[in-house]
């Protein structure tokens, strides 16, 4: 198994998974969504609120800003010593919200939360919140913890996480008269003519639409399409609670685990036997 980095960018990352199989890279998938903790709002204390917005509504509104997660400094309620309802520091980050409106409109954002440690805030701060009319206010606690996805969409460390079959494109030139139709129809650009010969540019970008087929005049087109099925193509997009790539390693290191404790359970049964 072998994997390398295609195009990587503050919160998208392209990555090829060579030499594995469907399960895996499925699984690999899987895990990036459900399995990869990250830091969300789960409680919120309001202490005023005479807005429009119900207090269960302003709720939901702030677990879902993403927040920026340290998974060295933090863990899970459930793994801490503290074994409290309330947390700790080791167990949960707080934020405090206080903003009114004067004499005009005002939008509370993301960025008016204000955090206890630095290291957990909001990765956007102008994330809208909430509309204040004159004269109304909002102050409230909130209280972030490490969740999976598993247990709430907001606890998902990527917005999009997909893979495809590695494309394989072949051209028969002794078919192909170089009309360029398939180049033109291409949505793409996945083939261009050279020296009035038609190439292959780029295969990766190939989604096999087929498009290029469909279009073209000959009888025979010169064209085959197909994929590889122990090469994957895999496009990650982090909504900025985590890096892309510590993404993918704290999904590699879950399958790990989850494989040992899989053998651990099937030794444990093979020796009742």
Not at 31 to 46: F, G, Q, R, S
Request: net charge negative; proline share 5%.
């Amino acid at each position: 198994m072998e994997l390398s980095i295609i195009k990587q960018e503050d919160e998208i990352l392209r990555f090829m998974l060579e030499k594995s199989t469907p399960a895996f890279a499925n699984a690999l998938r899987r895990i990036m969504i459900a399995e990869v903790p990250t830091m969300a709002i789960d409680d919120v204390i309001i202490i005023e609120n005479t807005s429009v917005i119900f207090d269960e509504f302003l709720a939901h509104r702030l677990g879902l800003v993403p927040l920026t997660t340290d998974l060295d400094a933090y863990v899970p309620p459930e793994e801490c010593d503290c074994k409290s309802e309330l947390g700790c520091n080791r167990c949960r980050a707080s934020f405090t919200l206080e903003v009114e409106a004067a004499d005009s409109n005002v939008t509370v954002y993301s960025g008016d939360l204000k955090p206890e440690n630095p290291a957990i805030r909001p990765v956007n701060d102008r994330i809208p919140v909430v509309k204040l009319a004159p004269t109304q206010k909002l102050r409230l606690e909130a209280y972030a913890r490490l969740g999976r996805g598993r247990e709430h969409a907001k606890w998902q460390p990527v917005s999009a996480c997909t893979y495809k079959f590695l494309p394989r494109i072949s051209v028969n030139l002794n078919r192909c008269d170089g009309c360029g139709d398939c180049v033109k129809y291409c949505p793409r650009r996945v083939l261009e003519m050279e020296n009035g010969k038609l190439a292959v540019k780029d295969v990766l970008e190939c989604t096999l639409c087929s498009e290029c087929i469909r279009h073209c005049q000959k009888k025979t087109c010169p064209i085959d399409l197909g994929w590889s099925e122990e090469d994957f193509i895999f496009y990650i997009e982090s909504t900025g609670a985590l890096a892309p790539t510590k993404i993918v390693e704290q999904a590699a290191k879950q399958i790990g685990e989850k494989a040992l404790k899989l053998a651990e359970l099937i030794k444990e049964m093979t020796s009742k036997t």
